[in-house]
């Protein structure tokens, strides 16, 4: 297995279940959610009550009514801390009772704290600034301005990075340096504290604490928003004709179907009659067929059935990641032939020859990321040209076909493979003025690429393989 599948499926660690179920609580604003190894405290900003949970016992303790504020949540052993105007409150959980009070200079609206062993990140909402406060020396060391739109209700600090919790209804993992935005996940609706425990993320939301099933790699975060099982038939079309099998020792097909990657997990996979799939390098289900010289069949059809999780996932290349693009951007062997010239008529090579001196010209040395959204916003680039486009431009491309969950029709998407990502996708959602972002809904199940048929004795054509009379057996969504 190579590093591509390495990236993705060893680099993911899946939450780790440590309830049985959601924790049911009488909360009504929980923007408080901390962990101190045994008891997850929760503080209601609306009624000034924290409570506890007894992990390991699944027990409730009891609430206490405290008479200050409480906004978000922070565990600084032995105590809890809290953030109000102008301080940081260190609190007893087991009595409620106010400890100490470290001052903070400027800082007259805080609502959001996270630490690192000592030192804190206060996030105030009056000028949208996270600061550096450290609590033992009561001293603060800057600030900077989180890449986050909307206000942030909470935060927590796990595993050198941040996690905010912002009203918009995501969470956002950041660097604590400088704020910037490494990716992002979406959250059930009217989620406020956030915290992690034993690798999971668990956020409160009104009258519960719940945990949140994601993936988290080097360069990306998912959340598991659909489980199912689907079933279907595949169509595999054998397009040689009469001189080809006439002529040929050996007629061969060589395809992959359903790829796992950061967006989906495909298990399970079963085929009436019985067809044998390996892998692929990508992680897709690959097979092939081979024909006597002069065979006469011309279709196959398989009965498929397999599950599936998919991943509300958009693919964000940071500063980091472009850094790291520039360091490293040799591709793999796989990948290479998705640089191919593809055959155009002389009007549509002109119109890409001419696209690509232009971004040259006056974009040499700049980002794959640009260039894919370049040709979005030129409108001599049409959906049919922007794959030579991209690849005369040394972009590996490719088509992808999807199938909407809900819909029940399939989609062609192009996909661009951008290192240390991987091939990431240009769906309905791809915005060409977020040139750095690559949205992928939980409804799209990719299926196959048509670009990446094999075929022997090659022949043209891009229906060879097509799913049809698609059936949802079982479905669970978020």
Known sequence: MRSAVRNIIILCALATWIFADDVQLDTKIPLGLAHDGQILWIGDAQTRQLTGYDVAQKKKLATKSLSYDLRDLAYWAPNLVTVAPNYVYVLNPLNGDLVDKIPLKGIADPVAIALDMHQAYVYNRTDKKIYRVHLVDRLQFGSFTPEVTADIRSMTFYKGFLWAIAKDGKAYKLSPSDGALISFLPLPQDSYGVTFVDGGMYVARPGQVRSIDFIETENYVAAARRNFTIAGELDLSLPWSEQDRAKESKLQLKYAILPVTAHQRVSGLRADPFTRFGRWEDGSHASEITLEPKSAERKRTHKLQFQATLFNLTHIFNAALVKQFF????????????????????????????????????????????????????????????????????????????????????????????????????????????????????????????????????????????????????????
Not at 355 to 383: C, M, T, Y
Request: net charge neutral; hydrophobic share 35%; aromatic share 8%.
């Open 327 to 478: 360091k490293n951007p040799e591709l793999p062997d796989s990948v290479r032939p998705f640089l191919d010239n593809i055959k155009l008529t002389p009007a549509a090579q002109s119109t890409i020859d001419t696209f690509r001196k232009n971004w040259l010209s006056q974009n040499e040395g700049k980002h794959p990321i640009f260039a894919v959204s370049a040709s979005r916003r030129d409108a001599a680039i049409g959906d049919d040209l922007r794959c030579p486009a991209l690849r005369s431009l040394g972009i590996p491309c490719r088509r992808m076909q999807f199938f909407d969950l809900d819909t029940k029709k399939t989609k062609l998407y192009l996909q661009v493979f951008i290192q240390p990502s991987g091939w990431v996708t240009m769906t309905d959602k791809y915005d060409a003025t977020k040139p750095r972002e690559f949205p992928v809904a939980n409804n799209e199940l990719e299926l196959y690429s048509p670009d990446d048929v094999r075929l022997s004795p090659n022949v043209a054509g891009s229906d060879i393989v097509q799913f049809k009379n698609v059936q949802i057996i079982t479905s669970s969504t978020e």
